[in-house]
């Protein structure tokens, strides 16, 4: 190599713009934020935002703050250009949303940019036309007081960026929780949002209370508790919603610092845990909670695009949230009372290790102390019979015939399969070698149908009935989610006629999210039995819902449907019907808790019985599960 050839180059602005702008720019919604984030900064009380074929055609942002000089506007694009820190003290003081004075320069390289502007004491306005790779225009204007933005063509010489992006209805609801996230905390400042014709929202001044029903909707406004806590150089305010706003999903919980939308699982769980008991399982508090703190005193480090966020002393913050949320929760008298009792007797035996570096595993009673068995657990799994791993997998029932089950099902190699369905079997409380998966559906059937047969409910969760051979037990909710989630399948595959028309049809305002994710699956809801309307902007009409849908719960059942279809694609449940089918059968289920009468027992088992796999759930938990006579007699020291 010839030494004397220098290599290294300062990049062209242009190129270590566009490089910026993929930190900056991921996706047209981080533009809209950018761009809202500095009228908020410019002290706009007005802001309109257009998009255009989901903010890849056109964003369009619209402006009454202070609007900009003809010099400033001539930098205003230029990297590392800010009007908002100036030195040192500046930086550790910051109250805007921006300072870096990256987001217009990113924008600009990425995407044809115009701005118009006019500051107060100026007649004629300046607008400004960027085109990358060309020179800029700036000439004298006619325009409002403020800044109107236009970004055109976002990622056109960045083909890599377009690809990436999700499908227009996807990029619109990013785009469309954003815009949600600032209108609902900053209640005193005008939103007007439109895509493309169509006025999303368009909200004004008024309390925060008012906003949040304007945007969320009477009956979440109606659900709210008041929070409030100072601490030192720290002030948490917002709402927390009662128990029954929770959600599956976490949609409904808005945090913000300073007034910036952010995310923090720390301190959503701080939130959480004040609801102990409160609430069902999996189920998420709704809340808005801002956290106002003196730049100066508390140290924050917040990424401008990842949201997320980490306190000098976290567990201060999360201690005030904590305790803020506990004392709502107690003057609104919903502190629950403390049920350890209970909960030990309902699972008193607990698996341990019975050395410290040994691999024997031992089953103690909790309660007593008593120690119940000895079990080496790599033996274990392959022959105990651990009612947690169903003697069949999805569908496999139709190999084994009456005959020549019980031979089969217990084979080592046979219960390898369902290794991977139960990984945490050596966690479970209840083990005992006499519980049994084994149940035969015809055998099933046929008691059933005898009037002899006796239903007993066990705590309002579990069915007991005796068959031929010993004691059968049923999850009466795993039990009716297999077989609505069996129903819903037969129902989109067009194959059954599920649906029953209401009466009064129902209208009701949703979300803009919401809307958009019932756009993406209209096709299925329609086929599982959901007839509706969308009446753009924000409501939907419900005309029909499907048949096991319970009186009153129409409209629930579908916004929970909605909810728990985000939760299930976050965990990349891809099969949309699948996941509709789970969702919609989990929410329409009886639920444990639920007390059913005889009829209705023998009702729940004659439909299980019909269904292709009545032995788990459609999230692989078992649903029925047999203890044979003469494991009875063996227990009970009848039998060697
Ligand atoms: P930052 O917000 O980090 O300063 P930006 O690239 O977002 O950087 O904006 C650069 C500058 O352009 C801002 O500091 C501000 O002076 C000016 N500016 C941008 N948008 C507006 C607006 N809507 N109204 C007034 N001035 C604006
Ligand atoms: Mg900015």
Same mark, same amino acid.
């Given at each position: ?13 242009? *190129? ?5 702008? #993929? ?14 984030? =500095? ?32 010099? !400033? ?19 550790? =003081? ?19 940019? /115009? ?15 960027? @085109? ?62 439109? !895509? ?35 601490? @030192?150089?720290?002030? *948490? ?5 009662? %128990? ?35 609430? /069902? ?13 003196? %730049? ?17 002393? @976290? ?20 502190? %629950?009372?403390?049920?350890?009792? @209970? ?59 009456? #005959? ?69 037990? *049923? ?29 009064? %049809? ?10 958009? *994710? ?5 096709? /299925? ?12 902007? !924000? ?59 005889? /009829? ?32 009875? !007699? ?7």
């Amino acid at each position: 190599m010839n030494k004397s050839t220098n290599t290294i180059k300062i990049l062209p602005d242009f *190129i270590a713009n566009q490089i910026a702008a #993929g930190e900056v720019v991921q996706r047209p919604e981080s533009v809209v934020k950018e761009l809202v984030e =500095n009228s908020l900064d410019a002290g706009a009380d007005s802001i309109a935002v257009i998009v255009k074929g989901a903010g890849k055609q056109l964003i369009h942002i619209y402006d009454n703050g202070q609007g900009m000089t003809k010099d !400033d506007l001539t930098l205003s694009c230029k990297r590392h250009a800010t009007s908002k820190i100036f030195s040192q003290d500046d930086l550790e =003081n910051i109250r805007t949303f921006g300072f870096r004075g990256e987001a217009l320069a990113s924008i600009s390289s990425i995407a044809n940019l /115009e701005i118009r502007t006019r500051t107060e004491n100026e007649q004629t306005g300046w607008r400004l036309v960027t @085109e990358p790779m060309k020179e800029d225009i700036i000439e004298p204007c006619n325009t409002d007081k403020g800044t109107q933005l236009f970004v055109r063509n976002l990622f056109y010489n960045v083909p890599a960026r377009r690809k990436f992006l999700k499908t227009d209805l996807t990029e619109f609801r990013y785009i469309s929780d954003t815009m949600l996230k600032f209108a609902l905390l900053n209640h005193r400042i005008r939103f007007t949002f439109y !895509d493309d014709d169509v006025l999303i929202f368009d909200v004004h001044p008024d309390s925060i209370e008012k906003r949040i029903s304007d945007i969320l909707g009477e009956k979440t406004a109606g659900s709210l508790m008041a929070v409030f806590i100072e601490g @030192e150089g720290i002030e *948490i305010s917002g709402f927390v919603g009662q %128990p029954h706003l929770a959600k599956q999903s976490r949609t409904g919980q808005y945090l913000y610092l300073n007034g910036r939308s952010i995310q923090s699982k720390s301190l959503s769980y701080a939130v959480f845990s004040a609801y102990e008991h409160l609430l /069902e399982k999996n189920a998420n508090p709704f809340f808005i909670i801002n956290i106002n703190v003196d %730049p100066h005193t508390v140290d924050v480090n917040v990424h401008p695009q990842k949201h997320e966020v980490k306190f000098d002393d @976290e567990r201060y913050v999360y201690k005030l949230i904590n305790s803020a949320v506990t004392e709502t929760l107690r003057q609104n008298n919903l502190v %629950p009372e403390i049920r350890i009792k @209970e909960m030990e007797s309902l699972s008193p035996i607990e698996t341990m290790k019975s050395g410290t570096d040994s691999a024997e595993f031992i089953m103690v009673n909790k309660v007593t102390g008593e120690v119940i068995n000895h079990s080496n657990p790599t033996i274990s799994s392959s022959n105990s019979q651990d009612f947690r791993k169903p003697g069949f997998q999805h569908g496999e029932y139709k190999h084994y015939d009456r #005959g020549n089950y019980q031979q089969n099902i217990y084979k080592p190699s046979e219960s390898k399969s369902y290794e991977n369905l139960f990984t945490d079997s050596n966690k479970t409380a209840f083990r005992f070698d006499s519980v049994t998966p084994v149940v035969d559906k015809a055998e099933l059937s046929e008691h059933i149908e005898k009037p002899e047969s006796m239903f007993w409910q066990l705590h309002n969760k579990y069915i007991f009935t005796q068959t031929v051979n010993g004691l059968m037990m *049923i999850d009466q909710h795993a039990a009716h989610e297999r077989v609505l989630y069996e129903r819903a399948i037969k129902a989109m595959n067009k194959e059954l006629a599920y649906t029953q028309n209401l009466l009064f %049809p129902i209208t009701t305002k949703i979300t803009t999210s919401e809307i958009s *994710i019932i756009k993406e699956l209209i096709d /299925e809801l329609l086929n599982l039995g959901y007839i509706l309307t969308i009446k753009e902007p !924000d409501s939907i009409e419900l005309q029909g819902v499907p048949l096991d849908v319970k009186n009153g719960l129409e409209l629930t059942s579908l916004q929970e449907i909605i909810e728990n279809y985000i939760e299930n694609q976050k965990l990349k449940h891809t099969n949309k019907r699948d996941s509709l089918a789970a969702s919609y059968s989990c929410k329409a289920a009886i639920k444990s808790g639920d007390s059913l009468s005889k /009829e209705e027992m023998k009702m729940l088992l004659k439909d299980l019985y019909k269904c292709n796999n009545p032995f788990s759930c459609p999230h692989g938990r078992p649903v029925i599960i047999q203890v044979r006579l003469d494991e009875f !007699d063996k227990r009970f020291g009848r039998i060697g």
